[in-house]
Nanobody
Framework: QVHLVESGGGLVQPGGSLSLSCAAS????????MGWYRQAPGKEREWVAT???????NYADSAKGRFTISRDIAKNTVYLQMHSLKPEDTADYYC?????????WGQGTQVTVSS
């Protein structure tokens, strides 16, 4: 399986922005979809955004208009830019990469939105 490493999490005030990165250990063109989930304390993991290798993107309603998923194929990296952050965005954010055969997950990066 591919090794995924997330980074970019941290503490931000409400209304602020963060950019998360997910660096893959191999070429991301091998994956037909990559994306992000998040898990808030005491809650189930929820889908945030996906990026198909053809370029199509999809967002959860909670992310639409505020989050943008993108990629840099040369850097084997997928990004999640987050704006207008709210306290309810506080969670551990996990990157995933899916092939036909399996799915790989990163270890997560923590995002805390608080004043």
């Amino acid at each position: 399986q591919v090794h995924l490493v997330e980074s970019g999490g941290g503490l931000v005030q409400p209304g602020g922005s963060l950019s998360l990165s997910c660096a893959a250990s191999e070429s991301i063109v091998d994956f037909y979809v990559m994306g992000w989930y998040r898990q808030a304390p005491g809650k189930e993991r929820e889908w945030v955004a996906t990026l198909f290798m053809g370029g199509t993107t999809n967002y959860a309603d909670s992310a639409k208009g505020r989050f943008t998923i993108s990629r840099d194929i040369a850097k084997n990296t997928v990004y999640l830019q987050m704006h207008s952050l709210k306290p309810e965005d506080t969670a551990d954010y996990y990157c995933f990469a899916r092939t036909v055969a399996d799915i790989s997950w990163g270890q997560g990066t923590q995002v805390t939105v608080s004043s």
